[in-house]
């Protein structure tokens, strides 16, 4: 009797006690919850975002279904609805191989995955295999959209408002094409990725442009061959461009961020190969030497590659700072003698300290426009130049570590010029610090080591 009685005064005090610390925590609740995000002084409620591959996320050497959700305006517009934003509409391609195309040969072709190989002197190794692509994805969807995801692979900066990049065929884009609201079938004339990113109304906006207009002559060796899509774009009509772009992007008021353009020497298709990777022992040098031309001499250790000059009528040894194609032939240089005097590099894999220096000069220009058009405007600006180089001595995410080095480096696609999904997290969230300094705002990063990095056979 006792013993039970005592038992139910404890309990009634133990029922008020909890019941006074729920009326606690219930009236902390607000506290609890997660952070109050908030736009500040932007209103990202209608986004579009304009550039080329890596705006559309493009990545291991395809436009893929998968490179699409990854793609950074994608996961822009993930913490963009946080603070109002509304729909993303993007031009999806079909699950599976995505949708690449060789602009050298004007041929399609799938995504590049790594399998199991042996190499040419019998080891078990891993090589990059192409696949093939899916037919369906280049047929025209511009009836679902507008699309908020304007970026064309292949895009250069003055692509954006021409009238005919978006016609079928060797005259136009084939990935502006599919999504272009109207492909030229009735006055001959296509619309425009300016005029069709209008068609959003946009109230916000990334640029991101100017890539191309020195990448694809880089990636021809800076040997053009009298093409002008392989050209590097003249200053003058860089400049053009980019003050025809941003005056029609933000006529209407919209607010949003310039991004300028990296330097070819921190992405891994231009920097996997050293200058030097001819490696020799002490008797191999002794025989290349017996054979080669004055100038050109060896020794045991590392040395540096002979190529041809252009026009292929003479053979030098490429020096430091000079870059190598990451095109080349793989075996070639490992078991087939590429790179000694007797098989130099074609010049078309090289670019010389003249092309180099072409290159950053011009990069150094458009990157001096982008940051005054951003000024003028008072629009963010991110500074991918600098961001990029800050791969070559490793970034940090939660622990993880991400370098500019082909593969293990986790960052970059098989492709070697475009990011992965881990990749494109780093560049989204690099520009959602520098949209948060610019106008206020207090957006969350995204989760950089959810992304999928690299998949190994």
């Not at 050293?274 to 020799?280: A, E, H, T």
């Not at 080669?292 to 000059?309: D, K, L, M, R």
């Not at 570590?401 to 989204?428: C, K, W």
Request: with cysteine.
């Amino acid at each position: 009797m006792w013993r039970g009685l005592v038992y139910s005064i404890n309990s009634e005090r133990l029922w008020r006690y909890f019941f006074a610390v729920s009326m606690l925590f219930a009236g902390c609740k607000p506290d609890l919850n997660e952070p109050k995000y908030t736009a500040g002084d932007a209103d990202f409620s209608r986004y579009v975002a304009l550039g080329n591959s890596l705006a559309a996320g493009y990545m291991d050497n395809a436009l893929t279904l998968e490179g699409q959700l990854s793609s950074y305006p994608a996961l822009l517009a993930s913490r963009f609805k946080l603070v109002g934003g509304g729909s993303f509409n993007q031009p999806y391609v079909h699950p599976g191989n995505g949708f690449g195309f060789d602009f050298f040969t004007q041929t399609a072709v799938g995504k590049v995955i790594l399998v199991n190989a042996q190499n040419c002197l019998g080891q078990a190794d891993i090589e990059v295999k192409e696949l093939s692509g899916n037919p369906a994805d280049k047929d025209w969807i511009g009836n679902k959209g507008p699309f908020n995801n304007m970026g064309v692979p292949g895009a250069k900066s003055y692509n954006l408002f021409s009238q005919i990049f978006g016609k079928g065929g060797a005259a136009g884009n084939p990935y502006f094409f599919r999504m272009a609201s109207d492909t030229g079938g009735a006055s001959g004339l296509s619309s425009t990725v300016i005029g069709d990113a209008a068609l959003v109304n946009p109230t916000f906006f990334t640029l991101w442009i100017g890539g191309n207009d020195v990448l694809w002559y880089a990636t021809a060796g800076g040997e053009p061959n009298g093409i002008p899509f392989f050209e590097i774009t003249p200053v003058s009509t860089f400049e053009a461009a980019i003050d025809t772009i941003v005056r029609a992007l933000t006529a209407g008021g919209a607010k949003g961020l310039i991004a300028n353009v990296p330097d070819i020497a921190d992405i891994p298709y231009f920097i996997t190969i050293p200058y030097n990777g001819l490696q020799l022992t002490a008797a191999e040098a002794v025989a290349l030497n017996a054979v080669s031309p004055p100038g050109i001499s060896f020794q045991a250790g590392a040395n540096a590659f002979v190529v041809s000059n252009p026009g292929g009528g003479t053979i030098r040894q490429i020096r430091e700072g000079e870059l190598l194609l990451l095109s080349i032939s793989q075996d070639s240089l490992l078991c087939g003698g590429l790179g000694t005097p007797q098989k130099p590099i074609p010049s078309r894999y090289v670019l010389d300290s003249t092309e180099v220096q072409n290159i950053r000069q011009a990069t150094l220009a458009y990157n001096s426009k982008l940051r005054n058009a951003a000024t003028a405007k008072n629009l963010a600006y991110a500074d991918m130049f600098t961001f990029f180089k800050t791969f070559t001595s490793g970034f940090q995410f939660n622990g993880a570590s991400y370098t500019t080095a082909y593969i293990q480096g986790g960052a970059f696609s098989l492709d070697g010029i475009h990011p992965n999904s881990r990749g494109y997290a780093i560049i989204a969230n690099e520009m959602i610090r520098v949209i948060n300094a610019r106008y206020n705002s207090n957006l969350p990063p995204v989760d950089v080591n959810a992304g999928t990095g690299i998949l190994f056979p």
